[in-house]
């Protein structure tokens, strides 16, 4: 079962910050939380990933809360092109096997 | 650097044969997974290798097996094909255990 869980959609104007939450309240201390996002009809595309301190890279920031139990994705500011099904997710103990919710799917409109 | 690519792009088979699916990796990358995606069951993981083992598999039935050679590259074979196993397959690779993965474009499987 997937450990972490997302709302179903979102809706973000254009050249306005998407805020996307996951709550992963059951993930143990030492996993990361992994970021893909998928665009119709392609495969995933990692995005970021964290631990316990707050992460950005040209993609996007990551802001993990202090418990970690849960974290935001943040697209600063959002493009049509960021359209898409956006995915928290992370690592079983062995490292090998990534579990999938249902994800956000977010649309960024005019 | 070239990534992830998946052979053949699109598939259409009919129920009861056999498909084997490619994947070849990113140069360096010795992890290579598969996942089935339907517009039902979402996302799932099918199985993992590295260095040529076995180390991971998800739950799905025998029919379901793969393999990877010394080069990394990996295929999976779906045998006895069912309706039901109409579906966007995924290889991923990465370059150790529990480090961010790179997806390929999939193939998507039509059974008729």
């Known amino acids: 079962d997937a450990k972490t869980t997302q709302p179903t959609s979102m809706d973000c104007a254009e050249g306005r910050a998407a805020n996307l939450p996951c709550n992963h309240s059951?993930?143990?201390?030492?996993?990361?939380v992994y970021w893909y996002r998928q665009i119709h009809s392609q495969g995933p595309q990692y995005i970021i990933h964290g631990l316990k301190n707050n992460e950005t890279n040209e993609m996007a920031s990551l802001i993990i809360t202090e418990d970690r139990k849960s974290s935001t994705l943040i697209l600063p500011h959002a493009t049509l092109r960021d359209t898409a099904v956006y995915y928290c997710?992370?690592?079983?103990?062995?490292?090998?096997?990534?579990?999938f919710g249902g994800g956000t799917r977010l649309m960024v409109k005019p | 650097k070239a990534g992830v690519t998946q052979t053949p792009r699109y598939l259409i088979k009919t129920r009861g044969q056999q498909v084997t699916l490619s994947c070849s990796p990113i140069s360096g990358h010795r992890s290579v997974s598969w996942y089935q995606q339907t517009p039902g069951q979402g996302l799932q993981f099918l199985f993992e290798y590295f260095s040529e083992t076995q180390r991971n598999k998800g739950n799905f039935p025998g029919r379901f097996s793969g393999r990877q050679f010394s080069n990394s590259r990996s295929e999976m074979n779906v045998s006895t094909l069912e309706l039901g196993d109409s579906a966007l397959y995924l290889c991923a690779s990465s370059l150790r255990t529990g480090t961010s993965n790179t997806f390929g474009s999939g193939t998507r499987l039509t059974v008729v």
């Open positions: 997710t992370s690592y079983n103990n062995a490292g090998n096997m990534l579990t």
């Open positions: 059951t993930i143990s201390g030492n996993e990361y």
